[in-house]
């Protein structure tokens, strides 16, 4: 058998959510070294690299729960709001109530919790329009963030900075600067969480009962209902997990920026949407994998660093390659699921997704 | 009270039938947002004759606000409507596409000069050059979700991210400010017309949608396909031409209004203008009792929505909240509307009335 006959097959016997996948990582890869052969050194410092995921930490949790939220049907667009909300809460009960810090990642916390509850709640159970629930959550979080405090400020409580500042060394990936001393390179400790729960999720989705679930209930509803899946409980559960993480990705971003402001990740939603669709999670449902999701932020972030190396750093310019890449997904998206609808059916295609996923 | 409606059959069904009719939300709703006012402050409703800095007639106050800044909104919830009955989704990307209509007004009536003294064309040409452009991106949202069959919110993500970055790059990211008078007027006042311009054509807009619906089939193979695109292609219809055609025409609502929104500040702001006016686009179908996964439509109810929608956000203005702070109040009486008109809690709700008034009769027989 030849080598693409081979490949055709491996191809052929994938299911959607590892092919999206593989397609993701792939075109990842080829921009990365793309980036490393054209645009020069700046590509290979590690540093480049970790400062993406410095700078995405927080993106990626809400990816993730969007990723949840999407793999179910549903979408949640309320999580940017959530996450200006937490900033702004926890930055208000650290500086001027004097707080500490586990009780601002209790309220971080909470808020989502409680964001995910009450939306969950209200779509599962209720049977309400899951958009239009969430895009009310989004006005409500970021009304609700001018409401506590007008003015943007940045936080000076030092227990927060202390820990803002925190920047955890990796060995061996450092380089030497133009003055000739050896820089480390770091990560900070959002990313060690945001990297503990792609891998906690992944482990849920692949793994547990209530993760199979999910892709069932997105798959098909009716089937999995009539499988004996609790549909409303799945779905609740996901949104509520989504709340949750659009919480602690608050408190994430919180970390990164250190201030409060009613203007922070504003378009998140969008971009954690975006994320999720390039890294292969399909808004129909029922396909989708955190790794992708991973993948599909780290995709952005890289973009978004070659256009500002190029030069072309004008803002509009970020704006039209994400659309122009996103319309490049979403296109062999659609013709990559035609296609492989021509040759199996429909049905065996979404009950072998819901086996293997 | 309450018992003898019940007791009354007549009445009973009467206000049965009006609680099913569709249009009841947003009357409901507008009557309730009357009332409070009419309870808070009775001068809301107050409206005076003064006059312009011109010397012509106005009309002032809260209504004339209202029917003034919800025409655009009105005119986006027509196409809105459409597309969300046809296609079963919402085009997200209706602000940034006003964003990119009203630059290129501005880039036609201002030629290669950002600040001219004389209009370099006529502001037909402009308009009608923009509404040749809001349809060509309306064309691609319509392809994408037609034709290579993406969920319209995705689709239509695209263009709500490159949108203000291309309106932006198509005057060079420029300000320009247009002075000629008669722009003004239809974002304004025309002379002698105490009555906002906008409201005119909103009117207008609302009259050829009507005018469609009536002699036209637009409206019943918009709803087949949103019902059942597979039983309506084997009636010969051609749903993906359909989908295609909705967001076209919501590219020339947008056309329309992306103009009055320019004509209003005679210039634009990128990253401003029609900010959010998706989410209350997408409210105003919603609030109309509109299913927004498709399907049957009333448009009627969606205007009628849109001006629900203004009467809100010009109530909370009255009330003095902050503009940032407004979408928090909002999103309550969005929720609250939402939750009482889903079809769970209404079931619930009546079937709590039985029990009440069930409870009664039986103690009465007693």
Same mark, same amino acid.
């Given at each position: 058998m030849s080598f693409s006959n081979k490949l055709r097959n491996r191809i052929g016997n994938m299911t959607d959510t590892n092919l999206? #996948?593989?397609? #993701?990582?792939?075109?990842?890869?080829?921009?990365?070294?793309?980036?490393?052969?054209?645009?020069?050194?700046?590509?290979?410092?590690?540093? #480049?690299?970790?400062?993406?995921?410095?700078?995405?930490?927080?993106?990626?949790?809400?990816?993730?729960?969007?990723?949840?939220?999407?793999?179910?049907?549903?979408?949640?667009?309320?999580?940017?709001?959530?996450?200006?909300?937490?900033?702004?809460?926890?930055?208000?009960?650290?500086?001027?109530?004097?707080?500490?810090?586990?009780?601002?990642?209790?309220?971080?916390?909470?808020?989502?919790?409680?964001?995910?509850?009450?939306?969950?709640?209200?779509?599962?159970?209720?049977?309400?329009?899951?958009?239009?629930?969430?895009?009310?959550?989004?006005?409500?979080?970021?009304?609700?963030?001018?409401?506590?405090? #007008?003015?943007?400020?940045?936080?000076?409580?030092?227990?927060?900075?202390?820990?803002?500042?925190?920047?955890?060394?990796?060995?061996?990936?450092?380089?030497?600067?133009?003055?000739?001393?050896?820089?480390?390179?770091?990560?900070?400790?959002?990313?060690?969480?945001?990297?503990?729960?792609?891998?906690?999720?992944?482990?849920?989705?692949?793994?547990?009962?209530?993760?199979?679930?999910?892709?069932?209930v997105g798959g098909n509803r009716q089937s999995a209902l009539m499988l004996g899946v609790n549909v409303k409980r799945t779905t609740f559960i996901s949104y509520v997990l989504c709340g949750l993480l659009a919480g602690i990705g608050g408190f994430v971003y919180f970390m990164h920026v250190g201030s409060g402001s009613a203007s922070h990740a504003s378009g998140a939603e969008m971009n954690a949407i975006a994320s999720s669709i390039i890294g292969g999670t399909m808004l129909t449902g029922g396909v989708g994998n955190i790794i992708g999701t991973l993948f599909g932020v780290m995709s952005l972030a890289l973009i978004q660093n070659i256009v500002s190396s190029v030069g072309l750093d004008q803002a509009w310019w970020t704006g039209i390659t994400i659309a122009a890449m996103l319309c490049l997904f979403l296109v062999i998206q659609s013709i990559v699921m035609s296609r492989k609808s021509g040759s199996v059916s429909a049905d065996a295609g979404t009950t072998a997704d819901a086996k293997k996923g | 009270m309450s018992d003898r409606y019940i007791k009354e059959k007549g009445a009973a069904g009467f206000f049965k039938s009006l609680f099913r009719h569709q249009i009841f939300i947003p009357i409901a709703a507008l009557l309730l947002l009357a009332i409070f006012n009419l309870i808070v402050d009775p001068s809301f409703f107050k409206i005076t004759l003064g006059y312009s800095s011109d010397g012509y007639p106005v009309l002032s106050g809260n209504l004339m606000t209202i029917i003034d800044y919800g025409s655009e909104l009105a005119i986006l919830a027509i196409g809105m409507t459409l597309?969300? !009955?046809?296609?079963?989704?919402?085009?997200?990307?209706?602000?940034? !596409?006003?964003?990119?209509?009203?630059?290129?007004?501005?880039?036609?009536?201002?030629?290669?000069?950002?600040?001219?003294?004389?209009?370099?064309?006529?502001?037909?040409?402009?308009?009608?050059?923009?509404?040749?452009?809001?349809?060509?991106?309306?064309?691609?949202?319509?392809?994408?979700? !037609?034709?290579?069959?993406?969920?319209?919110?995705?689709?239509?993500?695209?263009?709500?991210?490159?949108?203000?970055?291309?309106?932006?790059?198509?005057?060079?990211?420029?300000?320009?400010?247009?002075?000629?008078?008669t722009f003004t007027y239809f974002g304004g006042f025309i002379p002698g017309v105490p009555i906002p311009t906008p409201f005119f054509i909103a009117l207008l807009c609302m009259a050829v949608i009507a005018l469609a619906l009536k002699f036209t089939n637009l409206g019943l193979y918009v709803q087949s396909v949103g019902i059942n695109e597979k039983s309506s292609r084997l009636n010969g219809l051609n749903p993906q031409m359909i989908k295609f055609m909705t967001y076209v025409i919501l590219g020339l609502c947008v056309a329309v209004a992306g103009f009055i929104k320019v004509s209003r500040l005679s210039s634009i702001n990128y990253s401003v203008i029609a900010k959010d006016i998706e989410m209350d686009a997408i409210l105003a179908v919603a609030l109309g009792g509109n299913a927004l996964s498709g399907g049957k439509f009333n448009m009627t109810a969606s205007i009628l929505g849109a001006y629900v929608i203004q009467f809100l956000t010009t109530t909370l203005y009255k009330m003095e909240v902050q503009s940032a702070a407004l979408s928090a109040y909002k999103a309550i009486v969005v929720i609250a509307l939402v939750v009482l008109s889903a079809p769970v809690v209404r079931e619930k709700l009546t079937d709590l009335w039985k029990k009440i008034t069930g409870g009664k009769a039986a103690k009465s027989q007693a």
């Open positions: 999206l #996948t593989s397609i #993701t990582i792939v075109v990842f890869i080829i921009m990365y070294l793309g980036a490393i052969l054209f645009l020069g050194e700046g590509f290979l410092k590690p540093q #480049t690299f970790f400062n993406m995921l410095n700078a995405n930490a927080a993106l990626i949790i809400l990816s993730c729960g969007m990723s949840l939220v999407m793999i179910t049907g549903g979408i949640d667009i309320s999580v940017g709001g959530v996450t200006a909300l937490c900033c702004m809460c926890s930055a208000v009960f650290l500086d001027h109530h004097g707080g500490n810090v586990i009780g601002a990642i209790l309220i971080s916390v909470g808020i989502g919790l409680a964001f995910g509850l009450i939306q969950g709640y209200l779509i599962s159970y209720l049977e309400i329009q899951p958009f239009i629930v969430t895009l009310a959550g989004m006005f409500f979080a970021r009304g609700m963030t001018t409401i506590v405090n #007008t003015n943007p400020f940045n936080v000076v409580n030092e227990e927060f900075v202390a820990l803002k500042e925190t920047r955890i060394i990796i060995p061996f990936m450092g380089y030497v600067n133009k003055a000739g001393n050896y820089v480390n390179a770091y990560i900070e400790i959002g990313v060690v969480v945001a990297l503990l729960i792609v891998a906690a999720l992944f482990f849920v989705l692949k793994w547990t009962k209530t993760g199979r679930n999910f892709y069932a | 597309v969300t !009955a046809a296609s079963g989704g919402q085009d997200i990307s209706v602000g940034a !596409a006003i964003a990119i209509s009203g630059s290129v007004v501005l880039r036609v009536l201002c030629g290669t000069d950002s600040r001219p003294e004389v209009l370099q064309a006529p502001i037909i040409v402009a308009f009608l050059i923009s509404c040749v452009v809001a349809m060509l991106f309306g064309a691609f949202n319509g392809t994408l979700v !037609a034709y290579f069959k993406i969920q319209p919110m995705v689709a239509t993500l695209i263009l709500f991210t490159a949108g203000r970055s291309i309106a932006a790059w198509i005057n060079n990211n420029e300000l320009p400010i247009v002075s000629d008078k």
